[in-house]
């Protein structure tokens, strides 16, 4: 159960007030790209060619051999015999293999060769994959030092605690800035005016005196660079009556009691006095699962806060209840103006207090209402008028709206929707 005062927050200011900008990650500095290296050139094999080596020598020894057996064979009885082993050796030692070192060097080197193009044809490739690879580093290193001179100064920034709620406040300010721009503007409703509540007049004086007749300091100047100053002239808060919002077309649009507006961040604030009951016939109004929360809606959609008051509360305690709009708006949407008087009451504020009326049910509206409730804290000349009370039931048609001040809990809604209308339509039963 919920208790008064009650205080609606578009979904959007409440993301802003919570809004810390996300710290960059430490950039990660480039790899270089490792220079392929050049293949060294084969080692070529020479072989020195002499009189030894050529095989030459071989030959004439076994020439030598050949001859010797042919002259010794003719010396004896086996001449053909020796003969034909002779020229054996001379036929071998004419046409036997020489040079055999420097054909197996040639081949080697043959071979070595072929390898060292291959690998050439190689290294050029890579050599041509470095280059491009060396000009993607270029522009990656010039990125990492441009990010490093960032995180550098965010780092410096979040270690120094002024600097980093001084940035934080002002990327909030500025968010908040376009979020209120984008906010709908009260208009005077010109049509036909329904008769107020009796204790409208009252705390109507009360929030003028509070907040439209306070005087504002004028802003005096920050001590930090290209810190915006807000102008005399837009320093100003008014309450207003019979203001609605310009594009509801109907013959009854939503119109709040009050509407509260701040000049120098153009915010609009609805301020709602809840009755228990109708004075004149005891109905129960304003109770848990009215159409109540039809009309927020449709305030949140358009960038308004609601604050709701018990009437008990704006009767017995006045000023509180204007101490708690502007604690509202300074936590929430703080502005030069409700800075101003958090300032002059700085003394005192944390001091002040307001009492919790639970928001009653219909039955427990209807129990106050045979109780006569209201007339245990309403004045007697207000008592009086209670008989004097209208009430015209509201008639809702539920069309919302999706702006960017209800997007996250439209779209929830709606999702909501659409899964109890998929399993009524999967029910197949025939009861």
Same mark, same amino acid.
């Given at each position: ?14 993301q ?7 710290q ?27 009189f ?13 051999i050949?001859?010797g ?7 004896g ?5 020796a003969?034909g082993?002779?020229?054996?050796f001379?036929?071998?030692a004419?046409?036997?293999?020489r ?6 060097a040639?081949?080697?080197?043959l071979?070595q ?12 490739k890579?050599?041509h ?8 580093y270029?522009?990656?290193?010039q ?13 410096? %920034?979040s ?11 002002k ?24 008769k ?12 003028a ?14 001590h ?8 005399p002239?837009k320093?100003e ?14 013959e009854?649009?939503f ?7 701040i000049?120098?961040?153009k915010?609009?604030v609805v ?20 159409k ?12 308004w ?22 604690n ?13 008087i ?6 005192y ?6 009492i ?17 409730y209201?007339n ?9 008028k ?21 997007s996250? %809990? ?22």
């Amino acid at each position: 159960m919920m208790n008064y005062p009650i205080v609606k927050i578009p979904q959007r200011f409440i993301q802003i007030k919570n809004f810390v900008p996300i710290q960059p990650s430490k950039p990660t500095e480039p790899l270089k790209p490792i220079q392929p290296i050049e293949p060294e050139p084969p080692k070529i094999l020479v072989v020195k060619e002499t009189f030894v080596s050529s095989g030459y020598l071989g030959s004439i020894f076994f020439w030598i051999i050949g001859m010797g057996i042919i002259l010794i064979g003719n010396l004896g009885s086996s001449r053909p015999v020796a003969t034909g082993i002779g020229l054996l050796f001379i036929l071998f030692a004419i046409f036997r293999p020489r040079n055999k070192n420097y054909k197996i060097a040639q081949k080697t080197n043959l071979k070595q060769q072929n390898i060292y193009s291959k690998y050439i044809e190689k290294h050029a490739k890579e050599h041509h994959n470095f280059k491009a690879k060396m000009m993607q580093y270029s522009v990656e290193l010039q990125k990492y030092i441009s990010d490093k001179k960032i995180y550098d100064l965010s780092l410096k %920034e979040s270690k120094d605690e002024d600097d980093y709620e001084w940035s934080i406040r002002k990327l909030r300010q500025s968010i908040l800035a376009e979020a209120l721009s984008q906010s709908a503007t009260p208009v005077l409703f010109k049509g036909k005016q329904h008769k107020k509540g009796i204790t409208e007049d009252s705390f109507f004086d009360a929030l003028a005196n509070f907040f439209s007749e306070h005087d504002y300091d004028l802003p005096l100047p920050i001590h930090k660079k290209n810190a915006s100053l807000v102008s005399p002239e837009k320093i100003e808060v008014n309450i207003l009556r019979h203001h609605i919002i310009s594009d509801r077309d109907t013959e009854r649009p939503f119109m709040p009691d009050f509407v509260l507006s701040i000049a120098s961040n153009k915010q609009s604030v609805v301020i709602e006095i809840d009755e228990p009951y109708v004075g004149s016939d005891g109905t129960p109004i304003h109770h848990i699962n009215s159409k109540d929360d039809y009309r927020d809606k449709y305030f949140l959609a358009n960038g308004w806060i609601v604050i709701r008051f018990a009437e008990e509360q704006v009767v017995k305690h006045p000023f509180e209840c204007c101490w708690f709009i502007a604690n509202t708006l300074l936590q929430n949407t703080p502005s030069f103006e409700m800075g101003s008087i958090h300032y002059k009451m700085m003394s005192y504020w944390d001091e002040i207090d307001l009492i919790r009326v639970p928001q009653w049910t219909e039955k427990e509206g209807s129990r106050m209402a045979f109780a006569r409730y209201r007339n245990t804290y309403l004045p007697s000349h207000l008592a009086a008028k209670i008989k004097e009370e209208e009430y015209n039931p509201l008639k809702v048609i539920n069309v919302e709206i999706r702006t960017a001040f209800n997007s996250e %809990e439209f779209d929830k809604r709606k999702e909501i929707q659409r899964l109890i209308d998929e399993e009524e339509g999967n029910n197949h039963l025939p009861f």
